[in-house]
């Protein structure tokens, strides 16, 4: 990922391909690349970096190209650099192609083609593709890329040019978002609707398994296996501010709503029925056995993600952990040795707090694993072994795909330690990772059910103060949703453990304010709804999530919202989402800037 344009027609590519990716920066990047068709063979420049260092490079060029891919990049596998970026090409330099997505079996691939001789210039999973079209190329660019993707696994938006056939480009997609823009004598691809709306408001919005032929008098839509297909013309009326949110009000709702495709795209490749494959984790089974003790340090709503690991570690690994905040872990002088695991989560890998936390850690020798999302941030470079969360860029300063992937990678490095330390059985394995697999789809159809969320939501919002509670899991999620809440739409929100009101809290439940409980762990739920009875008894407005099913909770809840059912290690990723959508429709109708809370940044780089 993150970003791809297309273009042939009338007009000279390149400049083409070059504005559509300015409109894409706002997805963030790490590197850029355009390719095109030039006397017949395929002309490339790319580079690590801003956009801008591309631009430099093509100032005096004139490259009279009418047909051409170009991209942004969000680094997944390989660290950001200029043979890193895309597009890629084959050994011949006939195919290039750009990517967004993640092929799991792109090692098996890439073993394959070596064998046949070709030789790879890069690291990503993308550069297997150009490989792959060049061995199955046999006069048929359209045949090659249909027998080409039969072969993949994962996810994927595809551009795909070939320099002997420089009338079309062809792209698919599964999973990663495609449109299509139609013009006169031209036409557009690209990964979302900004970087073409400049040139047209036609477009086709690819759905799993199209495929498009573009040439410069029309578009060719079929299956992947080559069956014609129809799709209706999506007329944009957006303005190009909220294009580039596709549609939505705000990045942070869009950001929400992508959560399904990145809670794919982090397990892409890691399961394999009842095991986990983690091959950024260099720790061999007997390692794992001897670990003593591991500290999880983060901040925030990484910290959020950490006290759900805490609670996966020990129950499905047995191993000891505890969880610090990272701007305390230094100053209390942590009884650390070298033996202990250190596991650091960093949305984005440059947090100073959580860095400091990993040097420290570093100094007495412990090893570090660290869950992050960008790749080739100071934290990534820094740790032993690493975790990625393929989330994509967050632009929204209140985080939300960044947790429920962290809180995925902990469940899976979790499943990962519990079969090597004999202390979770295959079949409890299987049971978990078959859970896993169901999440993106139950978490669409929670965020299917956002209209009821945002009628709660406004009544919340009238109110001054709020208050989550939980249980076990739902605990450290309740800390999650009352961040969430306080953090964008400026309410005082506060989350206790459920089974602490009789300790205090008590005293600031009074008539009609918000209670949100979550009852989601069966193993405590009668205790925690003999907690919500309390709040009752008090007089406090109670929102309960529960599972679907659960009739009994609506005796005591005023409202329920209902989720799917799920095992327990993966609960926190569903019981939140509704805590997100609470906490932004509350701000919208606080008319809050949402995506811009006052006195936060995103990245907290200063201590």
């Not at 017949?40 to 060029?61: P, Q």
């Not at 195919?95 to 001789?117: Q, S, T």
């Not at 014609?228 to 999506?234: D, G, L, N, S, Y």
């Not at 400091?356 to 790749?375: D, F, H, P, W, Y």
Request: proline share 4%.
């Amino acid at each position: 990922m993150c970003g791809i344009v297309g273009y042939i027609g009338h007009r000279k590519a390149v400049p083409v391909l070059i504005e559509g990716l300015k409109k894409l920066e706002y997805r963030g990047y790490d590197s850029a690349g355009v390719a095109a068709v030039v006397d017949g063979r395929i002309w490339l420049e790319k580079a690590v970096g801003r956009l801008s260092v591309v631009e430099e490079r093509l100032r005096d060029k004139d490259i009279p190209a009418r047909v051409g891919i170009g991209h942004t990049r969000w680094a997944t596998h390989g660290r950001p650099s200029d043979a890193n970026a895309h597009p890629h090409t084959d050994c011949t330099g006939r195919f290039a192609v750009a990517h967004n997505g993640i092929i799991e079996n792109y090692a098996d691939l890439k073993a394959e083609l070596e064998e046949k001789g070709h030789t790879f210039k890069s690291q990503t999973d993308t550069e297997v593709l150009a490989h792959l079209l060049e061995d199955l190329y046999k006069g048929d660019l359209v045949r090659a890329v249909r027998q080409m993707v039969a072969r993949l696994e994962g996810s994927y938006a595809l551009a795909v040019l070939a320099a002997d056939e420089p009338d079309k480009v062809v792209a698919v997609r599964k999973d990663s978002p495609l449109v299509v823009g139609l013009g006169r004598g031209e036409n557009f691809l690209a990964s979302d609707i900004p970087a073409i709306l400049e040139h047209t408001r036609e477009v086709y919005i690819l759905q799993n398994g199209d495929m498009a032929v573009l040439t410069a008098g029309g578009v060719e839509l079929t299956d992947t296996k080559g069956l014609p297909i129809a799709r209706e013309v999506f007329h944009v009326k957006w303005d190009p501010v909220q294009a580039e949110k596709g549609g939505y009000e705000h990045f942070m709702l869009k950001e929400i709503f992508e959560q399904p495709r990145a809670l794919r795209d982090t397990m892409a490749g890691r399961l394999k029925n009842s095991h986990v494959e983690l091959s950024e984790v260099g720790i061999d089974d007997e390692s794992i056995r001897a670990l003593p003790k591991a500290f999880i340090v983060a901040c925030g709503t990484a910290y959020h993600a950490g006290l759900v690991g805490k609670y996966v570690l020990e129950k499905l690994a047995r191993l000891p952990a505890e969880v610090d905040i990272a701007s305390e872990f230094r100053y209390r002088d942590p009884l650390l040795r070298p033996e202990d695991l250190v596991i650091i989560i960093s949305q984005s890998g440059e947090t100073a707090d959580t860095l400091a936390a990993l040097r420290e850690a570093k100094q007495v020798g412990s090893r570090i694993l660290a869950i992050t999302n960008v790749v080739g941030s100071s934290v990534a470079r820094e740790a032993d072994d690493i975790i990625y969360t393929w989330a994509g860029p967050e632009i929204a300063v209140a985080s939300t795909k960044a947790y429920t992937t962290q809180v995925l990678a902990l469940v899976l490095l979790a499943v990962r330690f519990g079969l090597a330390r004999g202390t979770l059985s295959a079949e409890k394995a299987e049971e978990i990772t078959a859970a896993l697999r169901l999440l993106p789809d139950q978490v669409q159809e929670i965020l299917e059910q956002a209209p009821a969320i945002k009628a709660l939501a406004e009544k919340v919002s009238e109110s001054e103060h709020a208050f989550f509670i939980g249980r076990s899991i739902d605990y450290g999620v309740a800390m999650e949703g009352a961040l969430k809440l306080k953090e964008i739409s400026y309410l005082h929100a506060e989350a206790y453990a459920a089974g602490e009101l009789k300790h205090g809290t008590l005293a600031l439940i009074t008539r009609g304010v918000p209670v949100i409980a979550l009852a989601t762990q069966p193993d405590i739920y009668e205790k925690m709804l003999s907690n919500i009875q309390e709040v009752k008894a008090r007089e406090g407005h109670v929102i309960a999530v529960a599972h679907e099913g659960d009739r009994g909770i609506t005796r005591l809840a005023d409202e329920v919202f209902y989720i799917p059912r799920t095992v327990k290690p993966a609960s926190a990723v569903l019981t939140v989402i509704p805590l997100q959508l609470l906490a932004y429709y509350a701000a919208v109708a606080r008319g809050c800037d949402v995506d811009k809370p006052r006195n936060l940044a995103k990245s907290v780089t200063v201590e």
